[in-house]
């Protein structure tokens, strides 16, 4: 299979083993999560399932539930109660602690925000990004303050990180998130211990949030090359 049918796969499966009707969904963002929301609309506009109440995580999965009409809310709505049944979503890294690097698109904020508060979270990704260790070579994401550009880099450097501010394609200068910030690419080349350095760049001043996910348990859905699929709980 290539690489776009291992994505509409996980996608697509991640919907039919999870989401049932009456659920809050929390929706995730990238290549990948996308074929879960495009699975969702499917089974809601075929009445298959009902009443799902969905949270996303981006303004790019915002644009596809708009598109789609699949029915959107805010997390604060007084509907979802700031709590989720599941929560799908893709990953870039993930090593066998279960502990994930995520923020490739540039939504980790959001994305974590809503999956610690998913009472479930599935995480869809080909099996290449199963690692021996987060960050060695796809950096870290560390959304942060657009004035802090320079303190942080410093910061984050002082504790052995290699760091690139995400430049934008086919617009000047930086990525600008959905918040209106930056985003300093961060490899370490030093091992680290990744539920704290979750919490230590989180503390550097100007950090709005970073794309280490720790805090909980992930069922995780791996696609092999040849479209056969690997649970880890
Ligand atoms: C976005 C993310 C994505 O889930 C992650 O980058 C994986 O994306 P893709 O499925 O396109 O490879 O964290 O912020």
Do not use: W
């Not at 979503?89 to 959001?110: F, H, N, Q, V, Y």
Request: glycine content about 10%; some cysteine.
């Amino acid at each position: 299979m290539d690489e776009k049918e291992l994505k509409q796969q996980l996608g697509r499966r991640a919907v039919d083993d999870f989401v049932r009707s009456g659920m809050r969904v929390g929706l995730g963002t990238g290549s990948t999560a996308v074929h879960a929301v495009r699975r969702l609309a499917e089974k809601l506009n075929s009445g298959e399932l009902d009443s799902v109440a969905c949270v996303v995580t981006s303004s790019q999965t915002e644009m596809e539930c708009e598109d789609l009409g699949v029915p959107i809310y805010s997390l604060n709505h007084a509907h979802i109660g700031g709590m989720l049944d599941v929560t799908i979503d893709g990953a870039d890294e993930i090593e066998p602690s279960g502990s994930l690097c995520k923020g490739g698109g540039g939504a980790l904020t959001l994305e974590k925000i809503v999956a610690y508060n998913s009472k479930q979270v599935v995480i869809v990704a080909e099996e290449r990004k199963y690692v021996a260790e987060l960050g060695k070579t796809f950096p870290i994401s560390v959304e942060v303050v657009r004035e802090a550009r320079v303190t942080a880099t410093r910061a984050l450097e002082g504790m052995g990180g290699s760091v690139t501010l995400r430049m934008a394609q086919r617009k000047m200068g930086p990525v600008i998130t959905d918040n209106g910030c930056i985003i300093l690419d961060t490899l370490f080349a030093r091992s680290f211990d990744a539920v704290a350095l979750e919490r230590e760049l989180n503390a550097v001043p100007g950090v709005l949030e970073n794309g280490l996910f720790t805090g909980r348990q992930y069922i995780v859905y791996l696609a092999k090359p040849d479209g056969s699929l690997r649970v880890l709980e």
